[in-house]
């Protein structure tokens, strides 16, 4: 679910970036050549946005497994310990 909510988001982050660029060469009051050079800054800019994004979003996981690589481990001690009980009766 959580893939699904950020995958529309880079969706939408997409086409805004699209929307924007064609809606600023329709009214960019500048030439050519500065119009290029600002897409292509805007466009290092989007790709950065997600680059860092994107490490968030994997060191989340990373944590994420973590949890559940040590919560996993306490619930088998557990079971382990137990069992060595109900051994014993």
Same mark, same amino acid.
């Given at each position: 679910? $959580? #893939? /699904?909510?950020?995958?529309?988001k %880079?969706? @939408?982050?997409?086409?805004?970036?699209?929307? +924007?660029?064609?809606?600023?060469?329709? @009214?960019?009051?500048? #030439?050519?050549?500065?119009?290029?050079?600002?897409?292509? *800054? *805007?466009a +290092?800019? +989007?790709? /950065?946005?997600?680059? /860092? *994004?994107?490490? &968030?979003?994997?060191?989340?996981? &990373? /944590?994420?497994?973590?949890k559940?690589? *040590?919560?996993? &481990?306490?619930? $088998?001690?557990? +079971?382990?310990? @137990?069992? &060595?009980? %109900?051994?014993?009766?």
């Amino acid at each position: 679910m $959580a #893939s /699904d909510n950020l995958g529309t988001k %880079v969706t @939408f982050l997409l086409a805004g970036i699209g929307i +924007g660029a064609v809606i600023a060469l329709l @009214f960019a009051p500048r #030439s050519g050549e500065e119009t290029r050079e600002l897409i292509g *800054k *805007k466009a +290092g800019e +989007g790709r /950065d946005y997600i680059a /860092d *994004k994107t490490r &968030e979003l994997r060191q989340q996981a &990373e /944590d994420y497994v973590e949890k559940g690589r *040590k919560k996993a &481990e306490r619930i $088998a001690e557990a +079971g382990r310990t @137990f069992a &060595e009980k %109900v051994a014993v009766i």
